[in-house]
């Protein structure tokens, strides 16, 4: 399974940015961060059918994970975010096929590379 992770950049507080996560496969998705100096965090989960999906306290409300309907043959998730925050700075990345619990970044078997989202006040 190949990741992708994409959309990331440089945007002032207040901003919106939307990231993109490309999978050759499709699977449940986890979007997560890693900011300077911080361990890697839980941001937002969403299901193989897309029913549910599941957020960080500090990220409800602002961000939104969608993804493309099944017989869409890209499967890509997103990662609407709004409102954003200096301490949203993180590289975010995307992971795929968790087992078991959905906001532990050890549970999950696939991974892509990081997009750098910086967020200026």
């Known amino acids: 399974v190949q990741l992708q992770a994409s959309g990331g950049g440089l945007v002032q507080a207040g901003g919106s940015l939307r990231l993109s996560c490309e999978a050759s496969?499709?699977?449940?998705v986890g979007w997560f961060r890693q900011g300077p100096g911080n361990e890697r965090e839980f941001v937002a989960h969403?299901?193989?059918?897309?029913?549910?999906?599941?957020?960080?306290n500090s990220v409800r409300g602002r961000f939104t994970i969608s993804r493309v309907s099944r017989d869409n043959p890209r499967n890509t998730v997103y990662l609407q975010m709004d409102s954003l925050k200096p301490e949203d700075t993180a590289v975010y990345y995307c992971?795929?096929?968790?087992?078991?619990?959905?906001?532990?970044?050890?549970?999950?078997?696939?991974w892509g590379r990081g997009t750098l989202v910086t967020v200026s006040s």
């Open positions: 992971a795929a096929d968790p087992e078991g619990d959905y906001y532990s970044a050890t549970r999950y078997k696939y």
């Open positions: 969403i299901t193989w059918r897309g029913g549910n999906t599941y957020y960080a």
């Open positions: 496969e499709r699977y449940a």
